[in-house]
């Protein structure tokens, strides 16, 4: 369970988030809908602890991230906007690092790492260095080091974004699963037809404000539009910045 | 959010290790910590041994002098050669042969050389050297030694011929009194040593302090990084304890380098005893640590502040000068002391340094006031990166 509680953030004159408020639910995969530049980064990124709102809160299963970081991040797995690697470590060790960070050691470390590659199908190239890695490997490697550590909730920026065919419909599988074992899900997206395949409920924001939300027949019906995409057109209020 | 200091240094542990191997895989960072610091030992063996070498050879082999025109001076050159100056035969074309580096010096006595002398007016002589050439100018003082003692002998004899004392024409008698020791003299050849260290210091943990800072944000590494539950003070500990790392090898590469430069250089190659006591050299070793810790956490709070990875580079390639420099100025002139002086990180440590070099006492609390004031400068740039990375300014908020 994660939310967000009237969350202000401003970088200058820009005002990113204008009192967003919002809850993930256990158990389903939620997804965050918005054009580019409406603010779902930033949103995601007070929910992970790298940003500090200006005002308003952010939970993680009623963890306070600015009073409680480590006990809402240790209940968290991101995979962040940037998802940058260590170009001379392998995917393994990648996985092991993490693993340590959040406190996991010796057996169990070793065990979870191992499970974690084997879900995600990384053994074959497990071992060898990042660099050089195709783009499905990349967000493999960062899923997995997300996931080391069996976390209740999950967090993912874009998941999909660059991604090949065979490599988004393992992202997909991968939603499924964490959906499957009772895992609070939120990803984002500005991609409709993602959101529409693998979400229970969606929350549409834009201009740095949560415009609507709910499942996807509740949306269509409060837009009064037969298709999702138009529903998300007319929440919005513009096409602009859609991909 | 801390969870006590025992989770905070184990975390630390865990970057400490990550960032160890990353570094060691990476050529740039050994290339700094491995290479960089046998730069200083090598030039000071080097010119040891070319300065001393080409006096000995000066000195022991006597100067090999082409003269044009020796039949007009017979006297002059039989003075030279009393004064081991060989007199050889001339090459064709003296200023070209000396142009060229064929001979370093050649004497050319003109024809109307006796008549000039016998009249008792200035008889010309010329000396062709090249005084762009190092090699040469040894050969050249020495010529032009003997000519002046030639010179003055001949006046006196004159003078005496007059009825006149030679000892009018000396008013002044100097006496110089070299109070220098073996060590004070080594000393000013070690004088260099500090500053070299100092570089050390910042030059081997440079590639990692901007590596796990800047280049950490520019590879989009950071964000990751950032969203784990791990104190800030663990990540800055983790990543300074691994640029502090390859620093402490360079630190005792050079050290090691300059305690072997005597060992490969013996007293009867150098015509003097060049000695550096290990214990000095330990000595040494242990007074920089702090200031080690110290460099490391400014190359630290200073990279993650920069842009890019290029910008930190830049700036701490300056900005390692800045401690260095006042050994350079230490090394050329003596500096009369001042108490702040003795509490300024960097500086204090070389004013000891150079003192432990020449050999001379220092006191315990001397040391202990260098090392205590570099461990505050140390453990306040730490506070500040961390503060920095709790604030989030190292990620977007620039």
């Given at each position: 369970m994660i939310a967000l509680e009237r969350v202000v953030k401003r970088f200058g004159e820009v005002e990113a988030l204008r009192g967003v408020s919002l809850s993930v639910p256990d158990g389903q995969v939620t997804g965050l809908l918005g054009p580019n530049g409406a603010g779902k980064t930033t949103a995601l990124r007070v929910l992970y602890g790298v940003v500090t709102p200006d005002s308003g809160r952010a939970t993680v299963d009623g963890h306070d991230l600015a009073t409680d970081r480590r006990a809402a991040q240790e209940r968290l797995g991101v995979l962040p906007h940037a998802q940058g690697l260590y170009p001379r470590l392998t995917a393994r060790e990648h996985v092991r690092y993490f693993a340590r960070l959040h406190g996991l050691e010796g057996a169990l470390l070793e065990r979870r790492t191992a499970e974690v590659l084997a879900a995600l199908e990384m053994e074959e190239f497990a071992?060898?260095?990042?660099?050089?890695?195709?783009q499905g490997q990349r967000v493999k490697v960062a899923l997995a080091r997300a996931l080391v550590h069996d976390p209740r909730n999950v967090v993912l920026d874009e998941p999909t974004n660059g991604l090949d065919v065979g490599a988004t419909r393992a992202v997909r599988a991968l939603l499924a699963r964490l959906r499957a074992e009772g895992r609070c899900v939120l990803f984002s997206s500005h991609v409709m037809q993602e959101v529409a395949m693998s979400c229970d409920r969606v929350i549409v924001i834009a201009r740095g404000e949560v415009v609507a939300q709910g499942t996807p027949d509740e949306l269509r019906a409060a837009t009064g539009k037969a298709s999702l995409e138009d529903a998300f057109v007319a929440a919005i209020g513009s096409e602009e910045g859609l991909g | 959010m801390s969870g006590g200091p025992g989770r905070v240094l184990s975390l630390a542990r865990a970057v400490l290790a990550k960032e160890l191997v990353d570094g060691l895989r990476d050529r740039r960072t050994l290339s700094m910590a491995l290479v960089f610091p046998l730069l200083g030992p090598l030039v000071l063996a080097a010119s040891f041994s070319l300065v001393s070498g080409e006096a000995r050879t000066a000195d022991e082999q006597g100067v090999k002098l082409p003269i044009a025109g020796a039949e007009h001076a017979p006297g002059l050159v039989a003075f030279l050669a009393e004064a081991g100056i060989a007199a050889e035969p001339p090459p064709a074309d003296p200023e070209g042969a000396v142009r060229r580096g064929d001979a370093e010096v050649v004497l050319v006595i003109p024809p109307g050389f006796g008549e000039e002398l016998r009249a008792g007016r200035p008889a010309p002589v010329r000396l062709v050297v090249d005084e762009s050439r190092r090699m040469a100018s040894h050969a050249s003082d020495r010529v032009h030694a003997v000519l002046a003692a030639w010179s003055a002998r001949t006046a006196g004899q004159r003078l005496v011929l007059r009825?006149?004392?030679?000892?009018?024409?000396?008013p002044l008698a100097v006496e110089t009194v070299d109070v220098s020791t073996p060590e004070s003299r080594a000393a000013l050849l070690f004088s260099v040593m500090p500053y070299f260290l100092v570089m050390a210091l910042f030059m081997g943990g440079m590639a990692v302090a901007i590596d796990t800072t800047a280049g950490e944000r520019e590879r989009h590494s950071l964000e990751p990084l950032l969203a784990?539950?791990?104190?800030r003070a663990a990540l800055v500990l983790g990543k300074t304890g691994a640029s502090s790392f390859f620093s402490l090898v360079a630190l005792a590469e050079t050290s090691l380098a300059f305690a072997l430069v005597p060992v490969l250089l013996p007293p009867e190659r150098l015509g003097f005893s060049l000695r550096l006591d290990p214990g000095v050299v330990a000595r040494i070793f242990v007074l920089a640590l702090p200031l080690l810790l110290a460099a490391n956490a400014l190359m630290i709070l200073v990279a993650s502040r920069a842009r890019t990875f290029r910008a930190a580079q830049t700036t701490l390639s300056f900005l390692m000068l800045v401690p260095a420099v006042p050994g350079f100025v230490l090394a050329m002139t003596p500096v009369k002391v001042q108490p702040w002086m003795q509490v300024l990180p960097a500086l204090a440590e070389q004013l000891v340094m150079v003192r432990l070099l020449r050999g001379e006492a220092v006191g315990a609390g001397d040391v202990l006031r260098a090392m205590a004031a570099s461990l505050v400068l140390a453990a306040v740039l730490l506070a500040v990166a961390v503060r920095d990375l709790e604030r989030g300014r190292v990620l977007f908020e620039r």
């Open positions: 071992d060898r260095r990042t660099e050089g890695f195709s | 009825g006149v004392h030679p000892l009018v024409t000396t784990n539950p791990v104190p």
